[in-house]
Every structure is written in C-alpha cells, then in structure tokens.
Nanobody
C-alpha cells in the first residue's frame, strides 16, 4: 500500500527526491515518516510530517538538508534530500502512523528504495 521510489546513485553534495506513493487507501489523516537503514546498521528515523503538512520534525543529522512534504490529493509524500553525504547511503522507507505527534505508531510500511551517495 506504500511504495517508496526515486532512489539511485548520486555524488556527494548532490540532490535526490524520493517519493512515497500510497495505493488502496488514503493516508491523508496519517502522520507520514521516513526511515533509513544503512548496510550493517539498524533502521533509523529520518523525519516525519503531520497529516496536514503543517508540522515537520527531523533527526539532527539531516536538519537543514532534508525536507519532507506531502500532497494529500495525490496520496504522495516526498523527501527532498540536498547536500547529500556518503553517510546518507541507505535503503529509505516511508511509513504511515497515527497517535501522538511526538510518538506516532507507524503501522504501515512501504518497500524501500536504495540511495547511494558516492563519487
């Protein structure tokens, strides 16, 4: 029901835009999150956006470089990644959750998309 796409190979300092498309149901009332998992590491939280799009929150390592937005009419969430670093290399996942804004329960997960930052 959630599918992340847009990954690929990019040079350090470059940009990439990821997409999370929902199908089968609307996630317009859900908090949407992005997560990533680097090779050999645990999955980590990247950021989230409120159902209306008015609130966002990011982990410190991506603040100022990544931006999450959404278009509820298109049932799509975006992750704009700028100034990419090799340490951003990971499989990126999107998820949908409900509950409190600060600690939503992410119940729906999509297939990931691989982002590789390398020269």
């Amino acid at each position: 029901q959630l599918q992340a796409s847009g990954g690929g190979l990019v040079q350090p300092g470059g940009s990439l835009r990821l997409f999370c498309a929902a199908s089968g149901r609307s996630f317009s009332t859900y908090t949407m999150g992005w997560f990533r998992q680097a090779p050999g590491k645990e999955r980590e939280f990247v950021g989230r956006i409120s159902w209306s799009g008015s609130n966002t929150y990011y982990t410190d390592s991506v603040k100022g470089r990544f931006t999450i937005s959404r278009d509820n009419a298109k049932n799509t969430v975006y992750l704009q990644m700028n100034s990419l670093k090799p340490e951003d290399t990971a499989v990126y996942y999107c998820a949908a959750g409900r509950g409190s804004w600060s600690t939503p329960d992410f119940d729906y997960w999509g297939q990931g998309t691989l982002v590789t930052v390398s020269s």
